[in-house]
């Protein structure tokens, strides 16, 4: 008796679906270990989130990175996540033939309510073995920013981070890669007025 198994997709197959038309932009759809995933539609607080995020990320860094919001980057692992936030090396020029790999990466960012177990566990092991040397979470409900960085795979074959830090909302926090420039978090966590 067959087990029945999904069908899995290659990068290079899933890109032959969006060039072909059969997957647009309005699908929100991530290639997660070589599945398609539909994402999670976004509520108010994390596109307000993500919205100042990025704001303050362009001016602290200016021209130093690239900065992407919710754009593609390519994992070895048949992955092709959307972060909320990517902060990459170069000029956006730079990527004009393929999205970021893991080695242009200095920081992904996800902004979590309906997805913080997801983001937590899914997408933790998915950046930790593609290398992914800093991962945060921006947890909306409890209005704390995790920081992962030190990627590393334990004697299981699972893939995580040795080093977790929290920092509330009234702190600020260096940026990998630039120690000089300081996110501050209470920014990121508005009040509903």
């Not at 692992?77 to 730079?94: H, K, L, M, T, Y």
């Not at 073995?129 to 920081?147: D, M, T």
Request: glycine share 4%; hydrophobic share 35%; aromatic share 8%.
């Amino acid at each position: 008796m067959n087990a029945v198994t999904p069908k899995r997709f290659t990068i290079a197959e899933y890109h032959q679906l969006i060039e072909l038309g059969f997957l647009t932009e309005g699908d929100r759809i991530e290639l997660i270990r070589g599945e398609l995933i539909q994402m999670t539609a976004k509520g108010t607080p994390h596109t307000v989130c993500s919205s100042i995020l990025c704001r303050q990320l362009d001016r602290l860094l200016g021209d130093q990175a690239v900065i992407r919001g919710q754009d593609p980057i390519t994992l070895p692992n048949q992955s092709e996540p959307e972060p909320d936030v990517v902060i990459a090396i170069g000029r956006d020029e730079d990527y004009l033939a393929h999205h970021p790999y893991p080695e242009d990466i200095l920081l992904v960012i996800e902004i979590s309510d309906k997805t913080l177990d997801y983001d937590q566990t899914t997408k933790l092991s998915l950046y930790a073995e593609a290398g992914i040397s800093h991962y945060w979470i921006v947890n909306l409900p409890a209005r704390q920013l995790e920081r992962h960085n030190q990627p590393y795979q334990n004697a299981q074959s699972k893939f995580s981070y040795l080093s977790q830090q929290i920092s509330l909302s009234n702190q600020s926090v260096a940026i990998p890669g630039f120690e000089d420039a300081l996110l501050d978090l209470s920014r990121l966590f508005p009040e509903v007025h």
